[in-house]
Every structure is written in structure tokens, then in C-alpha cells.
């Protein structure tokens, strides 16, 4: 693990988004038009990589994004938020032959959201995009499943044969994935709804939790389960203990990247200490700041921010 003093370096791999987000007070049922004149409409930088490459540079660390853009408005958009937020962009492509990635999202009054993306250039990345930034020995490699499975797989794959730490954001979740063709991961962390699609298994208490950590065992080897569980907090598992760490007390206003920049804070302080506990309470806080702002990559608080929380906080 890397020394507490050096910024560790966390390498995304994963999908980039211009979001267009409709906020409304429902979401209006098939064949109904609903005029939400008190609804909302922004274009915000996201998707599930380039939310986790943000939110690692704003905890500090040396963040380095492979993704590919179109080469449209929205993309020179993102490359630009990229470079202002400190994102390394030497391994970003753009892709002459299609759109930059795009998500509509559409957030309800209470702060959830559905989410529906147009993968764009996203599906052109491939594993050699990521060649040279893996054989440069990252502290931490991030992936998710937004771009196509073959390249999480193989960048999995050329991380293993480096012993380079690979923490796999298990999202978007298909029953399709076929998780056992991975090497073993250092963390697999599925959200509630992801844990469910892949194990059956609703993660709704200790004991299930724990039964939905067993059944992805099977599915997939991993030092450290990691489940996200919204409002609830997390739990976590390294096959012989489990412990269920809770959330912070915050107002949601929009769930949207909390998942994503768990992880990343997760990487960086997990990188950092070598201690998942510490790590994932230090995620919970980012996680729990970053509902309580409208917009994926906007709403991530920055490392002084997070730390100012969790000193004003009561003790998880
Ligand atoms: P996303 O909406 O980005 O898909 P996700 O579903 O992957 O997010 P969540 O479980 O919603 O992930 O959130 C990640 C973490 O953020 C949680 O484990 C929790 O620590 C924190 N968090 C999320 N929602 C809340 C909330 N309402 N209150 C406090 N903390 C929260
Ligand atoms: O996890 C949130 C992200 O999912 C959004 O930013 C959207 O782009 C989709 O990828």
C-alpha cells in the first residue's frame, strides 16, 4: 500500500457522460405528457468513470482517466471539466465516428432517481487505451461495467498480472455479466438494486446482507464485498467477518454519482491507509455529501470539505 504522505494515484477506467437532468415532482406513468412547470433542466458532466475519476482528484489523489469522447460540443465540455478538476487526461481518446455519451436523468422530488444512457463513445474504448497507463503501476485501478464488458474484463485481467489492486463498481448490473471470467478483484462493491440483480438476494438487514456477500463469493473472487446501501450505509465483507458501518444523517436532494464517488473515496483512502473499515467510513461521508446536492460530478465534495464533515459529525 502506498505511504499516508504521497497522493496515492488512482487510475479509471469507464464511461463519460454529458447527463441531461429533468427534475420533477414524478415521473409520469406510460402514454401520460406531464407539464412540470415547477421541473427543472440542466446539463451536468457524468458517468459512472469520469464521476470517479472527479471525485478522486477531489480527495486528493493523482487521478488519471481512460475514456473516449465524441467529437461534439458535450465532449469538448467534459474534457474541458476534466482539466479544471485535475483530472489527468493523457489517456482519454476522442472517437471521430460517434456522439459523446450521454444520460438522460430524470430525478423525482424525494431525490431518486432513473437513469437511462446512450453509450455513444463509450463503446468504442478498448483494452489497449488502457495499456499504457496500467503498465505505469497505479496505486488503485477503478472500473464499472458502463463501458463494454470485454474491456472491464481485460483491463481487470492486465491490472492482475501487475498485482495492482482493482476495485470493480459492479454497475450498471446485468444477470448477462458473466462474473466469474474475472481474476480475483480487490473490492467488488454492488449498490442494493445491483446485489439483488446479481444474487437474488433483497440486502435489507445484516443477515441478508451477509447471504447476498456469500452468494457473490460464488459469482466472483474478491478480498472485500463492499454493498452500498443508500441511506442505510454500507456493509462489508472479507469472507470470515462482515460489519455493517451506518450512513451519516443528510437531506437528500439527488442520489445521482453517490455510488460512484463512494467508490473513488473509497479507493483513495483504502489506498491510503490499507484499512477498509477506516476506508469505508470515510465513503459513507463523501456518499452521504454527495446527495445532498442536485447533479453527478458537481455535487462531489472536495477532501477539506469531507473531512470538515465528518469532524462535525457524530461517530459512525
Ligand atoms: P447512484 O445513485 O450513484 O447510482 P448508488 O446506488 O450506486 O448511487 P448508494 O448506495 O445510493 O449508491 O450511495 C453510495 C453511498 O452513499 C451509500 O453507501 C451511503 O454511504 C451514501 N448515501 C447514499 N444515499 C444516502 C443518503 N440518503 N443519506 C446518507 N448517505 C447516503
Ligand atoms: O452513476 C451516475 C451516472 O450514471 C450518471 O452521471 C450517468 O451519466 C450514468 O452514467
Given amino acids: 500500500m502506498a505511504e499516508e504522505k504521497r497522493p496515492v494515484r488512482i487510475l479509471t477506467i469507464g464511461s463519460a457522460n454529458m447527463d441531461m437532468v429533468l427534475r420533477m415532482k414524478r415521473i409520469p ?20 468513470g469520469a464521476n470517479c475519476a472527479v471525485a478522486a482528484a477531489k480527495m486528493g489523489a493523482v487521478s488519471q482517466l481512460c475514456a473516449r469522447l465524441g467529437a461534439d460540443a458535450n465532449g469538448k465540455c467534459l474534457y474541458d471539466t476534466y482539466v479544471e478538476a ?46 499504457e497507463a496500467i503498465a505505469a503501476k497505479p496505486d488503485a485501478v477503478c472500473l464499472q461495467f458502463e463501458t463494454p464488458f ?8 492486465m491490472a492482475a498480472v501487475r498485482g495492482i489492486p482493482v476495485i470493480l463498481d459492479a454497475a450498471p448490473a446485468s444477470r448477462a455479466i458473466p462474473l466469474s471470467e474475472f481474476p480475483e478483484v480487490e473490492i467488488f462493491s454492488p449498490n442494493e438494486l445491483e446485489t439483488e440483480i ?35 450505509g454500507a456493509f462489508y465483507f472479507d469472507g470470515r467477518l462482515c460489519n455493517m458501518i451506518p450512513a451519516y444523517r443528510v437531506a437528500a436532494v439527488d442520489t445521482t454519482a453517490a455510488g460512484d464517488a463512494f467508490t473513488a473515496a473509497l479507493a483513495v483512502r483504502y489506498c491510503e491507509t490499507g484499512n477498509l473499515d477506516t ?8 456518499g452521504a455529501l454527495t446527495v445532498t446536492k442536485c447533479g453527478a460530478s458537481r455535487s462531489i465534495p472536495t477532501r477539506e470539505e469531507t473531512e470538515e464533515f465528518i469532524a462535525s459529525s457524530p461517530v459512525l
Fill in 29 to 48: 406513468t406510460a402514454g401520460e405528457t406531464f407539464v412540470d412547470r415547477d421541473g427543472g433542466l440542466s446539463y451536468i458532466p457524468g458517468g459512472k
Fill in 86 to 131: 485535475g483530472v489527468d487526461i493523457s489517456h482519454i481518446k476522442v472517437d471521430k465516428t460517434t456522439n459523446t455519451g450521454m444520460a438522460a436523468i430524470f430525478v423525482e422530488a424525494n431525490g431518486n432517481n432513473r437513469i437511462v444512457v446512450y453509450p455513444g463513445a463509450n463503446q468504442t474504448l478498448i483494452p489497449a487505451d488502457a495499456q
Fill in 150 to 157: 470485454e474491456v472491464t474484463l481485460e483491463c481487470a485481467k
Fill in 198 to 232: 446479481y444474487t437474488g438476494i433483497a440486502p435489507t438487514g445484516i443477515e441478508s446482507c451477509m447471504r447476498a456477500c456469500i452468494a457473490l463469493s460464488r459469482q466472483i473472487k474478491a478480498k472485500y464485498y463492499v454493498l452500498k446501501l443508500g441511506s442505510r
Fill in 279 to 286: 476506508a469505508i467510513r470515510f465513503a459513507c461521508a463523501v
